[in-house]
């Protein structure tokens, strides 16, 4: 527990100098009980404003962002990896990259943002990011990833959930987190929060 804190402080710290150009480091913070506050009421029909996934903005210039992604961030699992997906048996129980990817679209509906955001750090390991596909070609669309257009893998898989008959199509991307960050300008995903938000009205 103590490392996944850890990882999250550094994370919101890193995510906040991005957003800002080097210049704040405070715009993210971890958001309430990292997500458990809004997890908990959403089971009795309430919602949560601002508190979904792992990390919240704490201040009004971080709101964008959140707009557009939801993010839960792993750390540690080092035994666990996208390839279970791939090579478990089929009598095998619902694995835990399943189980993080249900959260975390589950955070993100709830929320209402555009997209969602996994972050995993393994052990020993560099930052590795995962994202719908769709999501993906859309930011491509819009200037994002132009130099380094493309990603580390796409990962197609039906998703299993746990206790539940039921299954989730999975069709996104994985990047190296140092690779997203230099793909996306947030002076775009500002834009694109913005263009979203008029054409609701």
Not at 8 to 25: G, P, Y
Not at 59 to 82: A, C, H, Q, V, W
Not at 120 to 125: A, G, I, N, P, T
């Amino acid at each position: 527990m103590a490392k996944g804190s850890e990882f999250e402080r550094e994370f919101c710290k890193e995510i906040s100098l991005w957003w800002t150009d080097q210049n704040r480091d405070d715009i993210f913070w971890r958001s309430s009980n990292s997500g458990g506050r809004a997890t908990v009421r959403a089971k009795v029909g309430r919602t949560t404003a601002g508190q979904y996934g792992d990390i919240a903005a704490i201040d009004f210039d971080g709101l964008p962002l959140l707009n557009l992604f939801t993010m839960e961030l792993k750390r540690g699992y080092s035994k666990n990896t996208i390839q279970d997906l791939f090579d478990k048996k089929d009598s095998a129980a619902v694995q835990v990259w399943e189980k993080w990817y249900h959260q975390t679209t589950t955070s993100a509906n709830s929320a209402g943002s555009r997209s969602w955001l996994m972050v995993v750090r393994r052990d020993r390991r560099d930052t590795i990011v995962f994202f719908p596909t769709e999501f993906y070609e859309y930011l491509r669309s819009k200037r994002c990833f132009q130099t380094d257009p493309h990603p580390l893998m796409r990962i197609q898989s039906e998703i299993r959930i746990e206790d539940s008959d039921e299954t989730l199509d999975c069709d996104c991307v994985m990047m190296r987190w140092t690779r997203w960050k230099r793909g996306i300008k947030p002076s775009i995903l500002r834009e694109i929060d913005l263009e979203i938000n008029c054409n609701k009205l």
